[in-house]
């Protein structure tokens, strides 16, 4: 079965058809040529096809996309203003946080829905006090970010690109 959606990605608004089956990653992939977020793992285990939807982080490759008919998706592409890396992305190069690359649009896309869970004092596993608003240890970023992983290893320097952006 088929339904005709809209998203907007980006900032620019697609109508598409699509399978009912169709995973937000895929009609983005696949669909709308949008390449940033990546398929990794395909099972919502390793982070890589992380997106902003309507502006909280997501593994898209678990989002179908007719439930996201009319919604806002950001990718790490989007994040950009007028040619100018995102501050968490210039933070990701400033710091080497990245090999590959392969994971570092999901990393990024992460760390900014991230950093406006922490801003808005949205406690983690790791959060000591439930009351008392939250502060960005480097404990509490890698429990935060656990969801995105790096086959090169470059979380070191991930951790601290995170903590610069957050300042």
């Known amino acids: 079965m088929e339904a005709t959606i809209t998203l907007h990605v980006d900032g620019e608004k697609h109508d598409l058809t699509v ?12 669909r709308l040529g949008v390449t940033s977020p990546k398929k990794g793992c395909d099972h919502g285990q390793c982070g890589a096809c992380t997106v902003l939807l309507e502006r ?8 179908l996309a007719v439930a996201h008919d009319g919604a806002s998706v950001t990718t790490a ?15 990701f190069v400033d710091h080497d946080g990245f090999q590959c690359g392969y994971c570092t ?3 990024v896309c992460s ?11 949205w406690p983690s596993h790791v959060t000591g006090d439930l009351q008392a608003p939250v502060r960005l240890s ?3 970023i890698r429990e935060r970010m ?9 979380y070191v320097n991930i951790v601290a690109a995170i ?4 300042r």
Do not use: I, K
């Open 163 to 166: 903590r610069e952006a957050a």
């Open 56 to 63: 909280r982080r997501v593994v898209s490759c678990l989002a």
């Open 105 to 107: 649009p999901g990393q």
């Open 138 to 140: 480097d404990e509490e």
């Open 77 to 91: 592409a989007g994040l950009a203003e007028e040619g100018r890396l995102h501050p968490v992305a210039r933070a």
């Open 19 to 30: 399978d009912t089956r169709t995973t937000l990653l895929d009609a983005l992939r696949d």
């Open 146 to 154: 656990s969801g995105n992983l790096c086959r090169c290893g470059a």
């Open 111 to 121: 760390a900014v829905g991230m950093l406006e869970e922490a801003a808005a004092d």
